[in-house]
T-cell receptor, first 113, second 114 residues
Framework: GESVGLHLPTLSVQEGDNSIINCAYS??????FIWYKQESGKGPQFIID?????DKRQGQRVTVLLNKTVKHLSLQIAATQPGDSAVYFC????????????FGEGTQLTVNP | NAGVTQTPKFQVLKTGQSMTLQCAQD?????MSWYRQDPGMGLRLIHY???????DQGEVPNGYNVSRSTTEDFPLRLLSAAPSQTSVYFC?????????????FGQGTRLTVV
């Protein structure tokens, strides 16, 4: 079936560097693509989303890029901090499905001091 | 405002036992969902609800029942626990419409079936 998945399971960066987390998706019918952050022992936390008719959206220290031609989504984190260490999931949503989210497998981001 | 509250945080069941995982939200969200998360994996949708009195199946509904008698509560029932149901369970809620992508998750219930 169609799914959302990630290229790399782990990513290690130095504090202060920029991080790029990637995601490949296969469902062209998705209306939204979303990034969630999950810290150890906690539930996922919404970071940012992007509608399928956009190619870039910026938030506070984060930028999401969407390339529909190659079905690729990325999350860029500027000036990565130790508090950014977590597992990052991409997810997709179709408006007709209400709140249904389809999650990818996750990337573990480790920030080294 | 407490957000999404799940109880219990931990539970051990014997095979064949039944139990109910509780979920409550105080944000007046229309949408509520249950997910399970297995080690090293993403979340998979079990059941969801778009409002009181309305529920529907997600990706992995077998062995679970839900009901939504009020806007606030969305309990998940395991009918006859099996070791394959050992997992971490997350409840989530969100507003409807264009804000449905911003789901608020509870802290999770870690369930072990022996």
């Amino acid at each position: 079936g169609e799914s959302v998945g990630l290229h790399l399971p782990t990513l290690s960066v130095q504090e202060g560097d920029n991080s790029i987390i990637n995601c490949a998706y296969s469902n062209s019918a998705s209306d939204y693509f979303i990034w969630y952050k999950q810290e150890s022992g906690k539930g996922p936390q919404f970071i940012i989303d992007i509608r399928s008719n956009m190619d870039k959206r910026q938030g506070q220290r984060v930028t999401v890029l969407l390339n529909k031609t190659v079905k690729h989504l990325s999350l860029q984190i500027a000036a990565t901090q130790p508090g950014d260490s977590a597992v990052y999931f991409c997810a997709e949503n179709q408006e007709t499905s209400g709140s249904r989210l389809t999650f990818g497998e996750g990337t573990q981001l480790t920030v080294n001091p | 405002n407490a957000g999404v509250t799940q109880t219990p945080k931990f539970q051990v069941l014997k095979t064949g036992q039944s139990m109910t995982l509780q979920c409550a939200q105080d944000m007046n969200h229309e949408y509520m969902s249950w997910y399970r998360q297995d080690p090293g994996m993403g979340l998979r949708l079990i059941h969801y609800s778009v409002g009181a009195g309305i529920t529907d199946q997600g990706e992995v509904p077998n062995g679970y029942n839900v009901s939504r008698s009020t806007t606030e509560d969305f309990p998940l029932r395991l009918l006859s626990a099996a070791p394959s149901q050992t997992s971490v369970y997350f409840c989530a809620s969100s507003y409807s419409g264009g804000r449905a992508t911003e789901a608020f998750f509870g802290q999770g219930t870690r369930l072990t079936v022996v």
